[in-house]
Antibody
Framework: EVQLVQSGGELKKPGESLKISCEGSGYSFTNYWIAWVRQMPGKGLELMGIIYPGDSDTRYSPSFQGQVTISVDRSIRTAYVEWSSLKASDTAIYYC????????????WGQGTTVTVS | QSALTQPASVSGSPGQSITISCTGTSIDVGLFDYVSWYQQVPGKSPKLIIYDVNNRPSGVSNRFSGSKSGNTASLTISGLQSEDEAEYYCSSYINSNTLFVVFGGGTKLTVL
C-alpha cells in the first residue's frame, strides 16, 4: 500500500525549535516530489514548499521562504519540515503529500501533524 | 502568488447537482490544463478527486466531473449524497520556478 505516515502532534512554546517528519512507503520514494501543505485552524490549504528526494531539489513558496527548512533523508525514506524558532502563528495542521508522477495533482496525503505553539 | 477564488459555500439537496467554480488568471488556470480538485471531510486529510481539469483517479465516483473555460475551472457533483458534504479545494499549476501549485480558498458543500 502506498502511504505517507507523519509524526505525531506537537505542543511547543514560542521560540522553540521543531522538526516534523513524513515517511513514505509502498513506492519508489526518490522518484516523486513531496509537498508540505499548511492548514491553519479553520482555514484553507497553503503550499509551503516541495522537495524531490532523488536529488534534494527544494522549492519554497515565497510566503515560507526563510521561515522553514524542508529536507529529506533518502536512507530512511523520510521528508522533514523544520522550524528554528516557532511562533504562535505557526499553529496549524501540516500535511505532506506526494505529487503524482504524470500530473500536477497531489495523489497521496499523510494523516497530518498538528502543531500547537502556545 | 494569489490564491484562486472559490465561493465560500454551496448547498444542494440529495439527488441534485451542484457546481463549484474556481477562478484564476491567465497565468494559472487560463494557461494550463493542470487544475486539480480535492475533497476534505472534517477531521480528515484532503483527497484528490480530479486532476488535469477533468480526470478522475481510480476509485473516485463518476458523479464527480471537472471542466474549464478560460480562467475559470468548475467541479460538478451530480446525484448529491450526504457523504459528499465536505470542503472542496481547487488547485492549479502556475508557471513559477519556486512553486508548483496554488490553491483556492475552499468551498463548503452542505447537503440539505
Amino acid at each position: 500500500e502506498v502511504q505517507l505516515v507523519q509524526s505525531g502532534g506537537e505542543l511547543k512554546k514560542p521560540g522553540e525549535s521543531l522538526k516534523i517528519s513524513c515517511e513514505g512507503s509502498g513506492y519508489s520514494f526518490t522518484n516523486y516530489w513531496i509537498a508540505w501543505v499548511r492548514q491553519m485552524p479553520g482555514k484553507g490549504l497553503e503550499l509551503m514548499g516541495i522537495i524531490y528526494p532523488g536529488d534534494s531539489d527544494t522549492r519554497y513558496s515565497p510566503s515560507f521562504q526563510g521561515q522553514v527548512t524542508i529536507s529529506v533523508d533518502r536512507s530512511i525514506r523520510t521528508a522533514y519540515v523544520e522550524w528554528s524558532s516557532l511562533k504562535a502563528s505557526d499553529t496549524a495542521i501540516y500535511y505532506c503529500a506526494r505529487k503524482a508522477s504524470s500530473h500536477y495533482g497531489l495523489d497521496v496525503w499523510g494523516q497530518g501533524t498538528t502543531v500547537t505553539v502556545s | 502568488q494569489s490564491a484562486l477564488t472559490q465561493p465560500a459555500s454551496v448547498s444542494g439537496s440529495p439527488g441534485q447537482s451542484i457546481t463549484i467554480s474556481c477562478t484564476g488568471t491567465s497565468i494559472d488556470v487560463g494557461l494550463f490544463d493542470y487544475v486539480s480538485w480535492y475533497q476534505q471531510v472534517p477531521g480528515k486529510s484532503p483527497k484528490l478527486i480530479i486532476y488535469d481539469v477533468n480526470n478522475r483517479p481510480s476509485g473516485v465516483s463518476n458523479r464527480f466531473s471537472g471542466s474549464k473555460s478560460g480562467n475559470t475551472a468548475s467541479l460538478t457533483i451530480s446525484g448529491l449524497q450526504s457523504e459528499d458534504e465536505a470542503e472542496y479545494y481547487c488547485s492549479s499549476y502556475i508557471n513559477s520556478n519556486t512553486l508548483f501549485v496554488v490553491f483556492g480558498g475552499g468551498t463548503k458543500l452542505t447537503v440539505l
